[in-house]
């Protein structure tokens, strides 16, 4: 059975940092692309990064870029998001979500983990 | 970038109703879209692919439709169950991507 289990998240002053880890098991977690989805409250899914299975390639959204770094550990089956300078509008709950392989999409999620940047 | 827009916004049926939500792209993605449903307080769960193609374990009561810039999401003999907001997902340039506003469905 496939699981994503992300943890690290917290309440963090403006200008903090953090580091949300996500456990993959269940599946071949190098063969696949990750990725990392937000929502902020009450609103919709917003794209944040994506990695390729090997770890070379990463993307991220403009919103982030500079400020939020993805990777990965094939040993440890593990997806990270470091999360740095964080605004007040970075507050949201963050998915992280294998991509299907077979198709252009995401096929499992975790249940996501929850960051509140206040003051 | 590509943008997506969703209509409605929001919609209200009856159990068994049939319910149409429409996706647009900002240009031609082809047929690279997907699906998903939300539940309150849930993740995501992956619904359609490649536009029309139901990911396994999904009903058939789901179906979807489109090509270009135009995508259509239909849930036919909606049932309680199917509560939750729907979004699109561009799917061009996988993994990168981007995702419609939403829509919310509520039964009546």
Redesign the interface.
């Known amino acids: 059975e496939v699981q994503l289990l992300e943890s690290g998240g917290n309440l963090v002053q403006p200008g903090g940092s953090l580091r949300l880890s996500c456990a993959a098991s269940g599946f071949t977690f190098s063969s696949y ?1 990750m ?1 990392w ?1 937000r929502q902020a409250p009450g609103k ?4 944040v990064s ?3 299975p090997s770890g070379e390639t990463t ?1 991220y959204a ?1 919103s982030v870029k500079g400020r939020f770094t993805i990777s990965r550990d094939n040993s440890k089956n593990t997806l990270y998001l470091q999360v740095n300078s964080l605004r007040v509008d970075d507050t949201a709950v963050f ?1 992280c ?1 294998k ?2 392989g077979t ?10 983990t929850l960051v509140t940047v206040s003051a | 970038d590509i943008q997506m827009t969703q209509s409605p916004s929001s919609v209200s049926a009856s159990v068994g109703d049939r319910v149409t939500i429409t996706c647009r792209a900002s240009q031609d993605i082809s047929s690279w879209l997907a699906w998903y449903q939300q539940k309150p307080g849930k993740a995501p769960k992956f619904l359609i692919h490649v536009a029309s193609n139901l990911q396994s374990g999904v009903p058939s009561r789901f179906s979807g439709s489109g090509s270009g810039t135009d995508f259509t999401l239909t849930i036919s003999n909606l049932q309680p169950e199917d509560f939750g907001t729907y979004y699109c997902q561009e799917a061009n340039s996988f993994p990168l991507f981007t995702f419609g506003p939403g829509t919310k469905v509520d039964v009546k």
Do not use: P
């Open positions: 692309a990725s989805v919709g899914l917003e794209w994506s990695i390729s993307y403009d998915f979500a991509a299907s198709y252009r999409g995401n096929d499992y999620w975790g249940q996501g």
